[in-house]
């Protein structure tokens, strides 16, 4: 909870919806992410939030950043950070795109198939390319299922067709899934990881770097493990999977990094019911699924909510957001519990929203804004 966000709030003129990300808070995290993993490089994942207030400010703590387009590329550029600092950590580009990467200076990149190492053998040659490695997202509450990644004995295939191209096999990589609780993950996936190495040994291409991903949680209303504990669990699992040679290491912290810093101002803009006897109120919002609030699909991740009226006696509601798209319900399975004396016009705080926000919203459905963004 950030008073300072709180005070921005009460300062504004009422201009509709909005999110605000308070950067002492992201701050703190990119610290508390350095501190529990220091011989681990922090790849911001830019598509969390690329507001250009937390690129300039990760810039200067030292970040690299993990980006998945031309257009996260330029932002980055942008703050002046060096190419050198940017991995181009998408499986899917076009040709041209990594060329035009390549152009800029990036000269790391993430492939999961024999036939994206040929675009980047004949676009971008001498550069290291690392192979993601399926996952199977299990314990997350956002998997990214099996989209990106090849499994590990490709892998092999994949990485030693780099070598001959005349790329550096660098690496490998993975994600556990996002928001991911269960800290064992990581082991499964760096036993997986050390299995890559191996066999690349055997084949005599020695691997380096080891890309270990985003997931890490922000607390919604489940608590979650503290970074430090995760800072340990992994650091236990690289010992145990790859002894005294451990490789270098890369962590891409999406979520857990811009999470918990924002939070959305919405206003209530009707509360009714379907029939005379029904018990669960319809409160709708002035923003929904399509104005930020994306990551509520299949009630995946449960945002908490703060009203005027905390500490009046509950109910449970089903949560609407305002477009006439019947999909624009963001809790009816598990109806949410929200104060009886809640109104029409009463604003709401939706906390935990710095990260999936803004760059989900969409640009005008029903002639609605995109959510506004501010960053303080
Ligand atoms: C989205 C993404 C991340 C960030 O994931 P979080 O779960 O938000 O930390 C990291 N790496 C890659 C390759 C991604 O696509």
Same mark, same amino acid.
């Given at each position: ?46 598509? +969390? !939030? ?6 300039? #400010?990760?810039?200067?703590? &030292?970040?690299?950043?993990?980006? %998945?387009?031309? *257009? ?108 991911? +609780? !269960? ?6 996936? #760096?036993?997986?990881?050390? &299995?890559?190495?191996?066999?690349? %040994?055997?084949? *005599? ?172």
């Amino acid at each position: 909870m950030s008073e300072r966000i709180r005070e921005f709030l009460r300062r504004r003129a009422d201009e509709g919806p909005c999110v605000v990300v308070d950067t002492d808070i992201v701050r703190e995290n990119y610290l508390t992410f350095a501190k529990a993993l220091p011989d681990t490089s922090v790849y911001y994942a830019v598509k +969390a !939030n690329p507001a250009p207030e937390i690129l300039t #400010l990760l810039e200067s703590l &030292g970040s690299s950043f993990d980006c %998945a387009s031309v *257009g996260e590329i330029e932002m980055v550029l942008a703050t002046g950070a060096d190419a050198s600092r940017i991995s181009y950590g998408n499986t899917i580009k076009k040709e041209r795109d990594i060329a035009r990467a390549f152009e800029y200076g990036v000269r790391l990149f993430a492939v999961d198939s024999v036939e994206e190492v040929d675009k980047i053998a004949r676009v971008a040659s001498g550069s290291r390319v690392f192979c993601r490695v399926l996952c199977d997202g299990v314990g997350a509450e956002w998997p990214l299922s099996r989209k990106f990644g090849c499994a590990p004995e490709m892998a092999a295939d994949v990485l030693e067709h780099a070598h001959r191209s005349g790329l550096e096999a660098h690496g490998v990589s993975f994600h556990v899934g996002s928001q991911q +609780a !269960n800290l064992g993950a990581w082991d499964a996936a #760096l036993s997986m990881a050390a &299995g890559v190495f191996r066999e690349m %040994a055997t084949r *005599g291409i020695e691997l380096k770097m080891v890309n270990m991903g985003g997931g890490f949680p922000t607390r919604y209303l489940k608590d979650v493990p503290g970074v430090p504990s995760y800072g340990e669990a992994i650091f236990r699992a690289l010992t145990d999977h790859f002894g005294n040679r451990l490789p270098s290491t890369i962590i891409e912290p999406g979520r857990g990094m811009v999470g918990n810093a924002g939070m959305i101002e919405t206003e209530v803009v009707l509360i009714s019911k379907k029939s005379a006897d029904d018990d669960v109120r319809w409160v709708f919002l002035d923003i929904g699924k399509f104005h930020g609030l994306a990551e509520t699909m299949d009630e995946a991740i449960r945002y908490p909510i703060r009203t005027p009226r905390d500490g009046d006696l509950t109910a449970p509601c089903v949560l609407a957001g305002p477009t006439c798209d019947s999909v624009d319900v963001l809790y009816e399975k598990t109806p949410y519990e929200l104060p009886v004396s809640l109104s029409i016009g009463d604003k709401l705080l939706i906390e935990a929203c710095g990260a999936y926000t803004t760059t989900y919203s969409s640009v005008g459905f029903n002639g609605f804004a995109p959510l506004a963004s501010y960053v303080i």
